[in-house]
């Protein structure tokens, strides 16, 4: 989902970096907080910036200047809040344009909105809502990262709708067509994100159970041995 260096033009290119500034700079204030105010975290912070880059480095060709691939930034969003992904997302995607070649600078605005922004607020909205109705956490994480993938790709496919439009149908149905094309390949990599999620979250709970705790997630009951053994542990 990646759009590629040069495919949007410039004035677009300007008006979604102007769109994306706010959020990044907003969660890079986050992360600084987050380092400083609890510094047991940064390898947990370390882990799902390593989940973000390995997940959407996977590149598969898809429409002319876009890539499909899945994105990993569930999970950031679930431990440490979408703003918090809106500054790790905007490193990622700086470091695939220029190691890469996956993305580009001047559509860096456009990637880190729909990727680092879209994708992980809609995600951890619908995670949020999953456990307000009881849902199960591993419920919860296969639709935040599920989502939060399918999100990206519905904003992609928006953006370059705006960037070409259709002669006839415009940029609804150009969009339309992005999206009929980016599901053949997005939505499956999605359903694997979502149950990828699920068995990273029950490592973690294995490996990181307090940190995880003091972070707000629900370890479950069949877990809380194991906190409190950690937690212990952690005392002697």
Known sequence: ??????????????????????????????????????????LLLATAGACTFLLSSIKLPSVTGSSSHPTGTGVGAILFKPPVMAFMGVIVLVFQALLLAHGGITTLGANTFSMAIAGPWIGYWV????????????????????????????????????????????????????????????????????????????????????QLAGLGFDIGAGRAGAAAVAKEDSHV
């Not at 040069?6 to 969660?27: D, R």
């Not at 809502?129 to 296969?142: C, E, Q, S, V």
Request: with cysteine.
């Open 127 to 210: 995670y949020l809502l999953t456990k307000r109705l009881h849902g199960p956490n591993a419920l919860a994480i296969f639709l935040c990262m599920a989502i939060s993938d399918l999100a990206t790709y519905c904003v992609t496919s928006f953006q370059l709708a705006f960037a070409f439009p259709d002669a006839s149908s415009g940029v609804v149905g150009a969009a339309l067509k992005f999206l009929g094309i980016f599901a053949v390949s997005q939505v499956p990599l999605s359903i694997m994100e979502g149950f990828l999620g699920i068995l990273l979250f029950r490592f973690l709970v294995r490996v990181a159970a307090p």
């Open 1 to 42: 989902m990646h759009i590629a260096e040069g495919v949007l033009p410039p004035a677009q290119c300007a008006i979604w970096y102007a769109a994306a500034a706010p959020f990044v700079i907003h969660g890079a204030v986050k992360v600084v907080k987050e380092v400083r105010e609890h510094p047991e975290n940064k």
